[in-house]
């Protein structure tokens, strides 16, 4: 049997394993469009790499998790909100969940649960079928053990920010630069290892900002600013400036496949030399949360921290 067969049969039980719980509330997420080439890989133990390299290839399947059923994987943060305090409505028969990611108990954890042992009457551990991008088969034992461990330190968002019993903190999922006034030929990042900075050149382009959250549309965010340094510790003395919002345009999410930026930032940038780095952050609100939300912040991961970055070039 080929790899292909296998990888179809596979595909084909997971869609018909899957029941459908109720209307996907992340219908707008990012679509299923191929990563971009210039997608960094992004670490395991933060959640967007978790996203973009165990859910999204080996879950997000045409007809299940896609979503035509929660949890829905298409997206980080459609994935996060679906799972982290969501309650469950499958069970085992002894009804041992009431969340499918407990945060700081992996054991407890519904989605732990289906990913190490059969729940009866249910399809089986999970996966069941995965994308041809997918790597499962070779590093489930790593995969399984990244999302223990994510759960384990507190399920954080990919931001570093702690969850919360309700409402969660809106997420930006993707940035991009123009050159002003354009919405094609956006600048591509540096080659090498890791995340590196957006290239940019010493002049004025505009930065797009794709956010999302789990009830308020990117459109209706409040405060809505955004910061720029040369320095992360600069960033307190720094004063904010206003996004335009706009578009919406298409463009690749951190983590693979398309989604919606809805956020303009002009920046004049004439007055750097070459090589130098500039960090980005932003600050929106869904209006549950008493402060705006800082996207990257001090507590962000350096590898996420880096894909807020440009670096400008001759």
């Not at 165990?54 to 799972?83: K, M, Q, T, W």
């Not at 991009?176 to 290239?199: C, D, H, K, N, W």
């Not at 345009?249 to 951190?254: K, L, R, V």
Request: with cysteine; hydrophobic share 40%.
């Amino acid at each position: 049997m080929t790899k292909g067969t296998i990888v179809l049969l596979g595909t084909l039980l997971f869609v018909v394993a899957c029941q459908k719980e109720h209307e996907n509330p992340f219908a707008q997420a990012e679509g299923a469009l191929p990563n971009s080439a210039n997608t960094p890989l992004l670490p395991l133990d933060n959640f967007a790499g978790i996203h973009q390299r165990i859910l999204r290839p080996s879950c997000a399947l045409s007809g299940c998790h896609d979503g035509h059923f929660e949890p829905d994987f298409r997206s980080v943060a459609g994935s996060y909100n679906s799972l982290v305090f969501h309650p469950v409505v499958g069970n085992d028969p002894n009804g041992s969940f009431t969340h499918r990611v407990q945060p700081g108990n992996a054991d407890a954890s519904y989605l732990h649960e289906r990913l190490t042992a059969f729940v009866p009457n249910t399809s089986g551990m999970m996966p069941l079928g995965f994308g041809e991008d997918s790597d499962w088969p070779a590093n489930s034992a790593q995969y399984i053990n990244a999302i223990r461990a994510w759960i384990q330190a507190g399920a954080l968002d990919m931001f570093g920010q702690a969850p919360t019993i309700g409402d969660q903190q809106p997420q930006c999922v993707g940035l991009s630069a123009f050159p002003q006034g354009a919405t094609a030929g956006a600048y591509a990042r540096l080659e090498g290892a890791g995340v590196q900075p957006i290239a940019v050149p010493a002049t004025t382009i505009d930065l797009w900002f794709a956010f999302t959250d789990d009830n308020t549309a990117p459109q209706q965010l409040a405060h809505n600013m955004w910061k720029i340094a040369t320095a992360p510790q600069l960033f307190p003395a720094v004063p904010e400036s206003p996004f335009n919002i706009t578009g919406p345009i298409a463009g690749p999410a951190f983590t693979g496949g398309a989604t919606s930026f809805t956020h303009r930032a002009t920046l004049d940038l004439s007055g750097h030399e070459p090589g130098t780095t500039l960090y980005v952050r932003a600050y929106v609100g869904d209006g549950a949360h008493p402060v705006p939300v800082e996207i990257p912040n001090d507590n962000t991961a350096p590898a996420l921290r880096d894909l807020f970055t440009l670096r400008i070039v001759p």
